[in-house]
C-alpha cells in the first residue's frame, strides 16, 4: 500500500499558523478520499479533515473555518493549513487514507499550541 509521511509540526502561539505536508510513496489520484486525523495526550484520535478526489472537503466543527486540507496529485501530497491555532490544537497530526484502502499509521508530525 502506499506509504505516508507526515511533516511541517512544530511550536506556535496560539493564533498562530502552520502548514502540514503529507508526501505519499505512491500515487494518490486513484485514491478516493485522504484524511488528516490528530492524537492529543490521553485522547483518542480523531478526524480533522477529509479531501476527495472531485475536490470536495469535509471538517468537524472543532476546526471548521479555521483549518484546510488540499491535495495536489501531481505531487502526490495532501497539505493541512492550519490558522488561528488554539491551545486545544496540541497533538500529534497524522495523514491516511479515508474509509476502504487506508494504510498504516506513520510517525505523524507534532503540533504544539502554546498560550
Known amino acids: 500500500q502506499v506509504q505516508l509521511v507526515e511533516s511541517g509540526g512544530g511550536l506556535v502561539q496560539a493564533g498562530g499558523s502552520l502548514r502540514l505536508s503529507c508526501a505519499a510513496s505512491?500515487?494518490?489520484?486513484?485514491?478516493?478520499?485522504m484524511g488528516w486525523y490528530r492524537q492529543a495526550p490521553g485522547k483518542q484520535r480523531e478526524l480533522v479533515a477529509i479531501?476527495?478526489?472531485?475536490?470536495?472537503?469535509y471538517y468537524p466543527d472543532s476546526v471548521k473555518g479555521r483549518f484546510t486540507i488540499t491535495r495536489d496529485n501531481a505531487k502526490n501530497t495532501v497539505t493541512l493549513q492550519m490558522n488561528s491555532l488554539k491551545p486545544e490544537d496540541t497533538a500529534v497530526y497524522y495523514c491516511?487514507?479515508?474509509?476502504?484502502?487506508?494504510?498504516?499509521w506513520g510517525q505523524g508530525t507534532q503540533v504544539t499550541v502554546s498560550s
Open positions: 479531501i476527495t478526489s472531485g475536490g470536495g472537503t
Open positions: 491516511n487514507i479515508v474509509g476502504s484502502g487506508s494504510t498504516d
Open positions: 505512491g500515487s494518490i489520484v486513484s485514491i478516493n478520499a
